[in-house]
């Protein structure tokens, strides 16, 4: 039987950093936070950092495009994952991920 895990990224700011808290199956309260500043993709799970990777050049405080906020977030959708299964000894292949961009911060600013 596979268990489903919603990941939800919520955007806090849109722009220098733009970045995200992140919540699972539908909590109230932040597990996790992702942050693009100063040109570095970082992402966080129970205070401690699983992701990090270099975006654009040394000035980057937001994505360029949509295309590309999907893929890296879906990308750290992945890693979060992870380390859930870890938390709780599941095994990686019983999990559907299933995760959602809360994009209402872009469209009201």
Request: proline share 2%; charged share 25%; glycine share 4%.
């Amino acid at each position: 039987m596979k268990i489903i895990l919603e990941i939800t990224f919520k955007c806090t700011c849109a722009i220098c950093p733009e970045q995200y808290d992140v919540y699972i199956n539908n909590s109230t309260t932040p597990c996790g936070y992702v942050r693009l500043r100063w040109g570095k993709l970082s992402a966080y799970y129970n205070n401690k950092l699983i992701y990090t990777t270099d975006y654009g050049d040394n000035f980057n405080g937001s994505f360029d495009n949509d295309c590309e906020r999907q893929t890296y977030l879906k990308t750290i959708s992945d890693v979060i994952a992870k380390e859930v299964c870890k938390e709780q000894n599941l095994y990686y292949s019983n999990i559907d991920i299933n995760y959602d961009i809360d994009s209402n911060y872009f469209m009201e600013g």
